[in-house]
Structures are given as C-alpha cells and as structure tokens.
C-alpha cells in the first residue's frame, strides 16, 4: 500500500475569526509530518495535504471542529512518495481568489450533481457546460464538448461572464472543476447575477474520476493536480505530464524531448520567456536539488521555494 495519504479539501463558511486557527494547525501538522498547504479565510478553508494514515486523520479532525465544518467533506488518494516539500497554513482574504467580495458561496450556490449523474445531464443538447479551471488545465483534459473560457486565472472568470451573458442568461448550465471549490464558487457568482438554473459536479473531476468507469466515462485526456504527481487518470493514477519547475506549466512526454527543455531551467513554453541570467540562476537551483537528492536530503533553498508548484486550486495566490 502507498505510504502517503493525499487528502484534498473545502469547505465555505463564515470564518471571522480565522487567523486564530493559524499556529494550532501549523503545530498539529508539523506534530504529525504533515505536509501541503491549508488556506483559512473568513469564507472558510481550502487544502491539500499529505501524510501518514494516522496523522491525517488527526488534522481533518481538528479541522472538522472549526465552526461550520463539522461535515466536511473530504477526497483521498495515495502515493508511494510525499508529493509536497513542506507545510503551509497561510491566511487569505478567498480561500479560492475571484475578486467579487459579494459573493458568499455559503449564503447561496448552484444545484450539486453526483458524479453518477453527471454524464445524463451533460448529454442534453440543452445544457451548456463550462468547464470553471484555468486554459493550461484545460489543455491537459477536460469533458467533451464543454466550454472553455480560455482564463490564465479565476479572477477572469467574472470578466468572462459578464462578457458572455447573452449567451449565458436563461440556459441550464452545468458548471466543473478539479475538486469543486472553484466551479461552486462560479455557481454562487451565476446566481447572484441572476442565472436560476445552474449546477456543478460535486466533489468535481476527481471525484468523477474515481467514481465513474473508465468504459462509461466522458472524459478526454488526464486531469491537472495541484501537486508534484502533475495529472491523474481514472482511479486517480499518476498520469503521464510531468512539470516544469522553471514556468510551473505541465509538460507532455514529447514536450521534454524538445531541444528548448533542460530540466529545471526551461521548455518550450517558457524557453523565450526567461533571460539569461534567469536561465544561469535556474541552473544553479536544479544543480543543488539534484545534489541534495543524491544525499537523500531536503532542499528547502528560497528561491526553489519561491518557484514551488501550486497545492491546492487557489492557483491564481
């Protein structure tokens, strides 16, 4: 059985007194070898982490006795090695940034759909699905059919919206992204600008993932995570992208066989982007990541930190 269980998270709550909850948590998981990242905010928590067996379950509950989390719900999957370098409990004004304070997911938000009835309703010709994640996610795999918004952050997604409404006002609209947080937060924004007939895929494309058959499935493609496995695939195996630690973008096999990709320094997607100096300083970087894994030790220098990949759907930090 793999050593560490990964275990994703969220939950929209009134949180007021949120930063109160900071060092107790930082402390339980550091108690427990805990790693990853957990997001407070006075509209609740968001996270990933990863650990062992017992001492996951020891920080969801504590988590469950935050006010309003009593029923949190949360998803699993495991890894033979530690997919994230350290702890972070960070305070944010979103646990999921849209830029629309009046949007209160837990005052309001769309209709939730099993993962077991979600190919019926994607099916209608009448339903429109949007898929809510960001257009590199989307270029990884996504459902067939579905609209992309084209967005390099969720913030745009008002924007798109707004931009969009004739064509979004009275259809039926069915909303998803990779655990949930991100597509209920685009069902709440939806309703208040008064679109009534809006749903999303509870627990999201994980979920489905995990839950609906391979043979049955209508999904295309892997699914971007917010960790170093970088895709998944149905069951939620690691899939076959890879990361580049220089632009943080995911890479497909052939992507690494290109002249432009030097580990940790850069690819095709970012080789035009970055200059010279930057390159040289990538370059030192991976030389004592490599270093530092031939003596099985951490590295834990500033600026690999600094360039570290995203852990939870709060991409756009």
């Not at 992309?148 to 909303?175: C, Y």
Request: aromatic share 8%; net charge negative.
């Amino acid at each position: 059985m793999s050593a560490f269980v990964i275990a994703a998270f969220y939950q929209f709550t009134d949180l007021p007194d949120f930063t109160d909850y900071q060092a107790r948590l930082t402390t339980l998981g550091e108690d427990e070898t805990i790693t990853g990242t957990i997001l407070l905010a006075s509209e609740g928590l968001n996270g990933t982490i990863a650990g062992p067996r017992a001492g996951i379950n020891r920080m969801l509950a504590a988590l469950r006795t935050l006010p309003g989390c009593k029923a949190m719900p949360h998803k699993e999957s495991f890894h033979h090695k530690d997919p994230f370098y350290r702890l972070k409990v960070r305070l944010k004004k979103e646990i999921v940034s849209m830029g629309v304070p009046t949007v209160r997911p837990a005052d309001r938000v769309g209709t939730y759909v099993a993962p077991e009835a979600w190919n019926d309703l994607i099916s209608d010709p009448d339903v429109l699905v949007i898929d809510t994640r960001n257009r590199f996610e989307v270029a990884v795999g996504s459902f067939k059919n579905a609209v992309d918004p084209q967005t390099t952050s969720f913030r745009d997604f008002p924007a798109w919206v707004e931009k969009n409404r004739e064509h979004l006002e009275g259809r039926k609209i069915a909303m998803f992204c990779t655990g949930g947080i991100r597509c209920e937060k685009a069902t709440s924004l939806l309703l208040s600008e008064g679109m009534d007939e809006v749903y999303h895929l509870e627990g999201g494309i994980l979920s489905y993932l995990e839950t609906v058959p391979e043979a049955q499935s209508l999904w295309e493609g892997e699914c971007f995570v917010f960790d170093h496995r970088v895709s998944v695939t149905h069951d939620l195996v690691p899939g076959t992208y890879d990361m580049c630690h220089a632009c943080r973008m995911p890479l497909r096999p052939e992507e690494k066989n290109s002249p432009l990709y030097v580990k940790g320094v850069s690819c095709p997607k970012c080789h035009a982007d970055s200059s010279v100096d930057q390159k040289t300083r990538f370059a030192q970087r991976q030389l004592q990541i490599d270093l530092a894994k031939a003596r099985n030790e951490p590295h834990m220098g500033k600026v690999y930190e600094d360039r570290d990949i995203p852990c939870t759907e709060d991409i756009e930090d």
